[in-house]
């Protein structure tokens, strides 16, 4: 499929922080989440704080038409990157984790990332299908969980 939805990323800002916990937290979310506990207000208030003022991770607002569709997240260690993304649960099944991925990648190439890689829970057979059509592989399965890597253009 090559009509992808048009999808923005843009920098995060403080002015998020809610539209990305609430995603954080979303049971769907959670669910094909490593950690599948609740994230607490004062801990995410805390984290984002940290990702906002910090100079490695990047943390990005995807929008379509203007609104907030999901988030994406890079967070570099010299040449490689380790990529999230979580899209509104309302909105999955439109091909939007693709086209945010498909974004990310060449926000990870402006930064200089020449490889990435995304850990994904063994069961997330959408999001392993997300992460292969836009390239990466798998490079190993381990803990219940399959990480895949791309090397960027």
């Given at each position: 499929m090559d009509d992808l939805p048009v999808i923005a990323l843009s920098p995060a800002t403080a002015e998020d922080s809610g539209f990305v916990l609430a995603l954080r937290n979303a049971p769907e979310t959670r669910r094909w989440s490593f950690s599948t506990d609740d994230v607490p207000e004062a801990a995410h208030q805390a984290w984002y704080a940290e990702t906002l003022m910090g100079t490695r991770r990047r943390l990005f607002i995807a929008t379509q038409h203007g609104l907030p569709v999901g988030y994406a997240r890079l967070d570099p260690q010299d040449e490689w990157a380790e990529v999230s993304i979580a899209v509104v649960p309302a909105l999955r099944g439109r091909h939007l984790g693709r086209a945010i991925l498909e974004v990310l990648v060449r926000e990870a190439a402006a930064l200089?990332?020449?490889?990435?890689?995304?850990?994904?829970?063994?069961?997330?057979?959408?999001?392993?299908?997300v992460f292969w059509k836009v390239g990466f592989t798998v490079e190993q399965w381990s803990d219940g969980g399959v990480t895949m890597i791309r090397r960027v253009p």
């Open positions: 200089g990332v020449r490889w990435l890689r995304g850990r994904i829970l063994e069961d997330n057979h959408a999001s392993r299908a």
